[in-house]
């Protein structure tokens, strides 16, 4: 059985280490230059995600 790593960066930030990663139950943020350093606890995240993927704040 494979284990799902805790945190994920977008595939766009390509190699380097200025992105935000998002830990994979939705529920916090960090910033990837310091992975040891805090956490950012976000709620409604998975309801915001899904809005901008059907288009709910297009212009």
Same mark, same amino acid.
Not at 44 to 49: A, D, V
């Given at each position: ?10 595939? %766009? ?16 943020? %960090? ?16 309801? @915001? ?7 709910? @704040?297009?212009?």
């Amino acid at each position: 059985m494979t284990t799902l790593p805790s945190w994920r960066k977008s595939s %766009r930030s390509a190699n380097t280490t200025n992105c935000v990663e998002l830990h994979r139950t939705l529920a916090a943020v %960090r910033d990837s230059k310091r992975p040891a350093g805090p956490e950012l606890s976000v709620t409604g995240l998975s309801e @915001f995600i899904q809005q901008i993927k059907t288009g709910r @704040f297009d212009r």
